[in-house]
């Protein structure tokens, strides 16, 4: 015990001293506004949004018509409030006519994601933080190498710092083979094109083939989501992981083994989602691959093509919102939060990295004790530990606010998603932190309306069978050690 109060105090004098260095801009500047007081009527909804189809951006009738038949699947009056709450913040851009599929962990994303490269007539880009040079990595170089010996133009963009343990021969074999391929961001200033902040990483996931089909989410290009994790969108059960102590049940709950926790990893896979889209959304993250490109001045070009012309594939509506640490405000901070503060019903998310710091929290806690069912699935073990534990520093509040929080068991979380008052769904590579907010490049895909919404409950409830729930009593009842960690972390929420 006395080595870890040393070490706690110590901890304190260097947060102190780091917080004295100054503080990360804020995701969001200014008042923030408040949520509509009622739901806006159909034709002023549709005048607050821009809308593009099939065929190209759609005139008020058109745009009316689509917001017709998103809110007749149910919910309507919600939904149009959602989208005013969204369009408070500024533009609004959604895309009408997709087809949408939820893909829930590594081996379903996989079989789907190399499905779809099998299927190219044209061309391939993806763009991946990690991309390891393990069994999966490997069979994806040998599907994109058989595919550009095949004629087909194919572009990968991985992030330096992420991809930091792969080896150069791995991505050397596909340059050799005619694959276009560029570091984000490199660390060595002499492989940098022009100057970047080291701290300005590529978190995104995506892969989009002839710019028709479209994948986003949080999968990496990893051997951690080649088993699933034991849930309904893996292979099969996974291994059961040695037991452990659940956080809130006693002081000696957050105590862990390293090297059991890797073992268990490794064992029991990551629990993970993706989005397969096809439609006009599908061309928002071909472009923003294109964008990405063109600033990292990435050797060759990616070519901007269109998608064959044809009738819309779906008849889902979806935004695609990206963000970058150049944008005045990150819009996927806003579109959560807006949609927090005007939820009427529920709240359900799903956060691998949860360190959203206090304006966040305060909506959560504000639906909460206004009678929305805010319900939060977190980690019981992660990655990194100083965010799990930055996040942990604030159940104390929300379980008194009424938050319900459960903590999945027997696989490592790493998904990011969220339905809102089950008209607003959201799947994509942002966790609710600050380093996703302020440093990262990041997309999120949104879908609106029920049918999706309650594909995205029903997932939900799965993972939160899959949980253990964190009793207010029992929590409260936790150790010095563990609260010494959450302090600690707290102090350094914003730099994590």
Not at 37 to 49: C, D, I, K, N
Not at 412 to 435: C, F, P, Q
Request: with cysteine.
């Amino acid at each position: 015990m006395p080595r870890r109060v040393a070490a706690l105090i110590l901890a304190f004098g260097l947060s102190a001293g780091l917080v004295a260095c100054g503080t990360p801009r804020a995701p969001v500047n200014g008042r923030v506004p408040d949520p509509p007081a009622a739901a806006p009527s159909l034709t002023r909804v549709a005048a607050q949004v821009d809308v593009v189809g099939a065929r190209g951006p759609l005139g008020q009738a058109s745009r009316e018509q689509v917001l017709q038949a998103a809110a007749a699947q149910g919910k309507a009056d919600l939904l149009k409030r959602q989208i005013a709450a969204m369009s408070s913040f500024g533009d609004v851009d959604l895309y009408a006519g997709n087809d949408t599929k939820l893909l829930v962990d590594g081996p379903a994303t996989f079989a789907a994601m190399f499905d779809a490269i099998g299927k190219a007539r044209r061309q391939i880009v993806l763009e991946s933080y990690i991309i390891e040079d393990a069994d999966v990595a490997q069979q994806l170089a040998d599907l994109l190498l058989q595919r550009r010996a095949q004629g087909i133009e194919v572009a990968i963009l991985y992030d330096a710092v992420g991809s930091m343990g792969t080896q150069d021969a791995y991505f050397d074999r596909m340059r050799q083979g005619g694959i276009a391929v560029c570091a984000f961001n490199p660390v060595n200033p002499l492989k940098r094109s022009r100057y970047h902040k080291i701290t300005h990483r590529d978190h995104r996931k995506i892969l989009v083939v002839d710019a028709e089909t479209g994948f986003t989410g949080g999968i990496n290009i990893s051997a951690v989501y080649s088993s699933g994790s034991g849930g309904f969108g893996s292979r099969g059960p996974s291994k059961p992981k040695p037991k452990s102590a659940t956080p809130g049940a006693s002081a000696s709950n957050a105590a862990s083994n390293p090297a059991s926790d890797a073992k268990a990893e490794e064992e029991n896979g990551w629990r993970d989602t993706m989005i397969q889209v096809r439609g006009p959304a599908t061309r928002a993250l071909h472009t923003m691959f294109r964008e990405v490109w063109a600033q990292q001045h990435c050797e060759g070009t990616v070519a901007s093509i269109e998608p064959v012309a044809g009738p819309a594939p779906g008849k889902q509506l979806m935004r695609v919102i990206p963000a970058t640490p150049q944008d005045t405000e990150n819009r996927i901070y806003t579109l959560l939060l807006g949609s927090i503060r005007a939820a009427q019903r529920s709240v359900y998310l799903t956060m691998a990295y949860f360190a959203p710091g206090q304006d966040m929290v305060d909506a959560l806690c504000d639906a909460a004790r206004r009678g929305v069912d805010v319900q939060l699935i977190l980690p019981s073990r992660s990655d990194f530990g100083p965010v799990m534990q930055a996040g942990r520093s604030h159940y104390e509040r929300m379980l008194q606010a009424g938050v319900r929080i459960h903590e999945l068991q027997d696989a490592v979380l790493h998904a990011k998603t969220a339905v809102i008052d089950g008209v607003v769904s959201t799947i994509g590579s942002s966790n609710m932190d600050w380093r996703s907010f302020v440093y990262n490049n990041e997309v999120n895909a949104v879908v609106l309306g029920e049918d999706f919404g309650d594909a995205m409950t029903r997932m939900f409830d799965r993972d939160r069978a899959a949980s253990k729930s964190i009793d207010l009593q029992r929590w409260q009842d936790r150790g010095l050690w563990q609260r010494g960690k959450e302090y600690f972390s707290r102090m350094f929420e914003q730099w994590w």
